[in-house]
DNA sequence: GTGTTTATCGTCAGGCAGACGACTATGATC
DNA sequence: GATCATAGTCGTCTGCCTGACGATAAACAC
């Protein structure tokens, strides 16, 4: 297979955004619309194109903050600094994908704690936090009315395989802490549990297992009520990453 | 953003392929040698580019009959027809990865049962089955007392990573049977987790955790002595895809 | 036959998870 | 201020799974 520059087809590559967050006890995903064909008016994952000197990383570092204005923090570094945690999906790349020309996208994963309104280029009725059944349901009417179409291109595919990744990989790691500001109490992260699995947890043994578990969780010593029961202990994210054993989700 | 076709950079797509097997106890890894500029000389992972009309799982299954005259099964078939466990890996996009041009290689891991010599366009020398410590170990001389040069690109990354997606996934998966043959025994399923892990397992708890996971095999009836000691059941691959609870992987 | 090798069954103790009772500390309501 | 509702935290108990390891079974080598 000798070198030939004419021998191999050109691609465009893309990365795409799945931004995960929970909002009101659900788990919520970054959609923003589309304005131009094709899929003009539809809603999309956010995502763009790639560019000449930039790592896949970067560029999906940079749509996030220009999404969202988070930046991403740096996997190897366990430091929580209210950025997101971001890491790479899935790459896809059906011919037929886009019907304008060969892309293909690499898909990301950002898991970010609630977050005020999003903007996308300034104007906010063109991003928004949607439940992800929500978003990957199909027919219907959505809460506020608006017919559900199914999302542009096969975002739909991407986001449900980006729901998987998150719901699978708080079983076995400390990520769950993604979702939560720098300084959470035991039942907020019980909350991000039970938003993402789609299921209710035992508080008490919940309690038991997590600050059982050397590493995952580190208290900060102060406490507070935010709920209205009792004052909760505020913890920080240990070192942590892996979880052994880990958290075990409920059958179905 | 309207779109500009002159907005974006034209990359090269490639897949590469990490091919995986369970050879003397070991696990090795599919290396071919690269024949032009750059590196030329260096072992590497085989792979290629994508075509015009290809979708990513179809060139990486193509690659991989060409290399190794496997045919990859659909995984949503749980039937075992001998072919490989073929699943996308991870997307490598770093502008300095090819020093021709940029170029986006998105890695596939391949599982396969101990085979007969690979061949490589016919040439045998120029593909071997290695150790995956010796293509990953930099310096020293291998055990045929060729010099050990680091494999090409970022093919040590590459592979590197794709052992550990294998590591980690026989723990929660039915995956360690795509290294077996159609009709196994528990004895071999045994070894293929003692050479994956690198570490021994007791007979008798595997033999009861193994036999004791619904859907995990299916006995069929025969037996047959390999090793030389007392006959073994012969078991084919259960329907079962997710071990639940999972093989756990000794510490260290 | 005796020893070696591999496969398979059983037993036992420790650890962890699910179910759930009890107590504590706050705000809301009367 | 007493009572109630809410949320957090500590314990107990039981069943299951795992790791350690003894014992038996069935082949081959000599």
Redesign the interface.
Known sequence: ???D?S????????VDLVVLTVRRHALCALAVRR???PFQGRWALPG?????????AQAAARELAEETGLHAHDPSAPAQDNGAHLE?L??????ERDP???V?S?AHLALAPDLPAPRAGGDASNARWAPVEELLQQGGYGRDGEPLAPLAFDHAQILADGVERARSKIEYSSLATAFCTPEFTVGELRRVYEAVWGVALDPRNFHRKVTGTPGFLVPTGGTTTRQGGRPAQLFRAGGATLLNPPMLRPEV
């Open positions: 297979m000798p070198y520059p021998a191999f087809p050109p691609f465009a590559v893309t304005g131009e064909a763009g194109f790639v560019r000449a000197d930039e790592d896949l790479q899935a790459t896809y790349g059906d011919p304008r020309m060969r293909v690499v």
